[in-house]
């Protein structure tokens, strides 16, 4: 029993996460949601602990998968979601599908996905920077250009999200390398070794809190709707298996290694729920629908992504060695 649980500790705690998000009540979400910038924090210092920026190989790949990355998540998604959505939807859902095309990368799950795949965790960790501060410049026009000449009216809060981006993604990472200059490498190792499970584990938590803070909203459009729910969960996933697929295809055509593939992979699909619910509420606070979608995306992408990195890392090509 002890193997099994070990192998599929991660396939279990999804389902029950799920389960919980829906029968526990809210309030345990938005207490547990005060910390998650924290929580989030500490997740990435100890992926940051992973690596050690002075032996890291800034090669040609290096900077080729952030750019593609970059371009796949702010680019190529708003232009596949306009001319793939707009045959099945309009008014709000078509507004939330676009705001949702424009989206950055996710801050915090996006780096845990890569570390539980067994991917590149600093090209992650930059590709995060450097997507959510080009999304500043982005998501203006994209909207503008997508959901009507007034969308792009309004910016999103530049200094709230690099500020977010400095404690979050930047400052965690300083410190683990600080850690690797101050700490003997052999305690870092049993630290590292000793906090294994915090990556996939904070996935879990944020499917958890994605469903828990939202279950009223899916519940009574299920209700309400169930076709149309239905419908619309269908076009969530194949869209984000579009990003995945294009991801994966895109970097092993420009040669990039597997651990690079896993990075751009999960950077490229992730985006962001928290940007996308201050846009729909700053620009459109009458168009309550259009939340749906994000909402959607979030719980399904991180629930098949949670199961797909589990997956690769199974299938890492040390561990297909070892075989």
């Known amino acids: 029993m002890k193997p099994?649980?070990?192998?599929?500790?991660?396939?279990?705690?999804?389902?029950?996460?799920?389960i919980l998000g829906f029968l526990l009540p809210r309030e345990i979400g938005q207490f547990l949601y005060r910390w998650s910038a924290w929580i989030a924090g500490g997740a990435i210092f100890v992926t940051g602990l992973k690596?050690?920026?002075?032996?890291?190989?800034?090669?040609?790949?290096?900077?080729v998968g952030v750019a593609l990355s970059t371009v796949i998540s702010l680019l190529l998604a708003p232009v596949l979601f306009r001319y793939s959505v707009g045959w099945f939807f309009d008014g709000g859902m078509f507004l939330g599908l676009i705001i949702l095309s424009a989206l950055p990368t996710t801050i915090v799950s996006n780096i845990a996905l890569c570390d539980a795949a067994r991917g590149n965790t600093a090209m992650s960790s930059v590709s995060t920077v450097v997507i959510n501060t080009g999304g500043l410049v982005t998501i203006p026009i994209v909207l503008a250009l997508f959901a009507g000449e007034n969308a792009g009216a309004q910016s999103v809060s530049a200094a709230d999200l690099l500020q977010t981006l400095f404690w979050v993604v930047v400052l965690p990472n300083v410190a683990s390398?600080?850690?690797?200059?101050?700490?003997?490498?052999?305690?870092?190792q049993t630290l590292v070794?000793?906090?294994?499970?915090?990556?996939?584990?904070v996935v879990l938590l944020f499917i958890f809190l994605g469903v828990i803070l939202n279950a009223d909203r899916l519940r009574d459009a299920a209700q309400d709707k169930p076709l149309f729910f239905a419908e619309l969960v269908l076009i969530v996933v194949l869209l984000h298996a579009a990003l995945l697929a294009i991801s994966w295809v895109?970097?092993?055509?420009?040669r990039l290694g597997w651990e690079d593939r896993v990075?751009?992979?999960?950077?490229?699909?992730?985006?962001?729920?928290?940007?996308?619910?201050?846009?729909?509420?700053?620009?459109f606070p009458d168009v309550t629908?259009?939340?749906?979608?994000?909402?959607?995306?979030?719980?399904?992408?991180?629930?098949?992504?949670g199961i797909l990195a589990n997956g690769l890392a199974k299938r890492h090509p040390s561990r297909r060695a070892e075989r």
């Open 193 to 201: 070794k000793a906090t294994a499970f915090v990556p996939r584990g």
């Open 177 to 188: 390398q600080f850690m690797h200059l101050l700490v003997p490498a052999k305690a870092t």
């Open 250 to 254: 895109s970097a092993r055509l420009l």
């Open 51 to 63: 690596f050690d920026v002075r032996t890291l190989d800034f090669r040609r790949s290096f900077a």
């Open 263 to 283: 990075s751009v992979l999960f950077a490229s699909s992730q985006k962001t729920l928290t940007i996308g619910i201050a846009l729909v509420s700053q620009l």
């Open 289 to 305: 629908e259009a939340i749906l979608p994000l909402i959607l995306y979030q719980v399904t992408s991180l629930f098949a992504d």
């Open 4 to 18: 099994w649980f070990a192998r599929n500790w991660f396939n279990v705690g999804l389902i029950a996460v799920v």
